[in-house]
Structure formats: C-alpha cells, structure tokens
C-alpha cells in the first residue's frame, strides 16, 4: 500500500558539503542501532512513515520544510550504510535524477552479489515509479526514486515529484507488507496540505470500469481506429475540470504506442501500465476514448487529504497528542544517545530533538 505522501516547496541547489560529512555518519548510527535494537523491518517500517522520515530529515539537521531534505536524508541513509548491506540485510537503490533511472540495475546488481531473484522487486519499483506517474495524474513529475528493501525482500518506495507551476513538491512512500493491487486504490493514506483540481486518478476505486475498457479498447479496436476516435474530440465540449487537451497529444507516436500494445495483447489494466511507452499521455488518450465510445468517465478526484501525526499547536485537526508525541521522539533521542558518535555531533543531534518540543 501506500503509506501517505508529504507536500514540500522546491528547494534547488545542494547541502552543504559540511553538513552533508556529518548527517552521513549520523544517519548511518541512528539506523545501525534501530536494526539492531527492533530489527530491520522495522527502520524499514519507519522510514514508510512520511512523518517519521520527516523527524528524520530534521534530526540529520536538514532544511525541515523544503523538498531537499528528501533528497539529502535518502543520500546520506545509502551513502552511510553503503558496504553494509550483507552485514544489515539492508540494501537501497535509487536516487534522485539520472541516478533513479538506475534503480532496477543496482536491484539487479545486489541479486547478483546476494544470490536471490531481483526480478520481483524490479518490478515493484517500476510499478510503483508508473502508478505516481501516468495511473495518478496529480501534476507532480517524478524526478526522485528510491527502492530500499531487506534480506526478506519486504521492499519501501520513497519517490518524489515536482509541480513547476505551484513550485511544490510532494513525496510519495510506498510498503510492500499489504500490497493487493498496484492498480486500485494502492494507497493508505496521501498526506499533504493541498488538494490538487486537475487530476486523473486511474487507481481510485471510482475507475475500475475505465480501467477495463482501456484494456478492451487495445486489445479489441486498431490503432488507426483509436486513433480516429481520438480525432474526434476536437468537436466536443469537455467539462472544465477535464485535465486533458487534444493538442498536448503526438498522434503519430500515439499510434505507434497502441499497435505497440496491441501486440502484447495485455489481460488487464496492471498489464498494459507496464507496457514499454505506456506513459500518461497514452492513458489520457484511452480514458477520453473510452469516455467518447462507452460514456465511462474516471475519477478525477485527488486523494491526497488532510493528516496530521500528532494534531496541531491550535487544536486543529485535534489537540497535540503528547504521549504519542514524546514516543515519538523518545525512540529518536535513545537512538542518538546510544550511538557511536563524538560529543559535539550527538549534543548537536540532541539539541535539535529537544526543540521539537520546546525544551530547552
């Protein structure tokens, strides 16, 4: 399922290479000691958490409110405990830009060393990549992906997207434990401060009827046939809240896409989403499609909605829920303590847990 997301401003530029040399070994002590203390499903169960990853980014002494402090905590995690991973049966993959796009090697790489089957867990990060991309049309382009799983092969996904218009970017956290379907309602629960209006969601339960005709549509009508149907939107006049454009669409390159499909003669929604070159301009294309032939609308609903992990100061959603609150906190703040580290890094470390709570 997926766990929840977080909704963060863009943040550009890098961490500073000081902090960065400390928040690697920091990182690497709080886990090492968390996988020996609990186990290593269970740092793998944390950092599921968006809120527990959050008090983690923030621990490591990162920008807590920015889109950065995604990208950093993940990179000094894996640089951390990199070398490690036989000694932990922990391994991540992944990363953000050029270095997510290498994800399903270094799985593969690790099946290799390890001797195990990759190809499961490969496909899981492809699956979970495309779900947030083209199933979930939110307006967030995926630019960050890590795959993090252990020796048990129970896997997370910690991806992040970009939204260029309201300069926001929303992070995504998947677990394996209670996958039942990549494709309907995938989610726990999606975390953020704001509802997006535009969006095409292929995976709410609202859509399992578009999600079959789609599959019937490639399977059952010619490319050219789609094609021409597709033609035919320029007359219509969609509702307002449609995110679609006739002109965003390549017809050509649609074409080649669907007789691509076509050829592989998918059984099922799960099946044509991981075509090679099904993307979501493809899955826009069949949802009007399908809209035009059978009348099928999907759900264009966000389901991304309000959370809080321990209320708020003001009594809104519901007042700060205190013992849960220095649990929390109390689980991090033993970690550091009992950690390998030098006085001045673990006075800095503890110094900012202390003030998540006003101590002083």
């Known amino acids: ?25 920091l990182a690497r002590q709080i886990a090492l000691y968390i996988i020996e203390d609990f186990g290593v499903s269970d740092l793998l169960y944390k950092l599921s958490d968006p809120f527990w990853f959050q008090a983690l980014g923030c ?3 990162f920008d807590w409110h920015s889109s950065g ?42 099946g290799q060393q390890y001797g195990f089957d990759a190809a499961p867990l490969v496909y899981a990060s492809k699956m979970s990549a495309k779900v947030d991309s083209s199933a979930l049309q939110d307006g967030y ?3 960050h992906h890590n795959f993090i799983f252990t020796n048990q092969r129970k896997w997370i996904v ?17 677990i394996s434990e209670t996958v039942k379907s990549f494709v309907e309602e995938p989610q726990n629960a999606i975390c953020c401060d704001r509802k997006e209006t535009a969006v095409l969601n292929l995976i709410a339960s609202q859509s399992q009827g578009i999600r079959k005709l789609e599959t019937k549509l490639v399977n059952e009508i010619s490319p050219a046939g789609l094609v021409s149907h597709f033609q035919k939107i320029d007359t219509l006049k969609l509702p307002f809240h449609h995110p ?17 499909v076509k050829e592989t003669k998918p059984q099922d929604f799960e099946a044509l989403l991981s075509a090679k070159g099904v993307g979501p301009k493809t899955l826009r294309a069949l949802s009007l499609i399908a809209e035009l032939i059978y009348g099928q609308a999907p759900s264009f609903r966000d389901p991304a909605r309000f959370a809080f992990a321990h209320g708020g100061k003001d009594g809104y959603p519901f007042p700060v829920e205190r013992t849960t609150y220095d649990a929390s906190i109390g689980v991090l703040e ?7 580290l030098g006085y001045y890094e673990e ?7 202390h003030q998540l709570t006003g101590k002083t």
Do not use: C
Request: a positive charge; hydrophobic letters at 40%; glycine letters at 10%.
């Open 69 to 110: 402090l995604t990208t950093t905590t993940t990179g000094a995690l894996k640089e951390g405990l990199k070398g490690l991973e036989k000694e932990t049966g922990f391994f991540m993959a992944g990363g953000k830009g050029a270095t997510s796009r290498k994800t399903p090697h270094e799985i593969e790489a690790f």
């Open 244 to 260: 679609i454009y006739a002109e965003d669409f390549d017809l050509g390159r649609l074409k080649k896409i669907l007789q691509f």
């Open 1 to 25: 399922m997926k766990v929840g997301t977080a909704q963060l401003p863009l943040h550009f530029g890098s961490a500073p290479k000081w902090l960065f040399e400390r928040m690697v070994p």
């Open 158 to 174: 910690v991806q992040q997207g970009m939204n260029e218009k309201n300069k926001m970017a929303r992070r995504y956290h998947w």
């Open 334 to 340: 033993k970690a550091v303590r009992w950690a390998k």
């Open 59 to 61: 621990v490591l002494g």
């Open 347 to 353: 006075k800095r470390a503890l110094k900012r847990l």
């Open 141 to 143: 382009q995926l630019y």
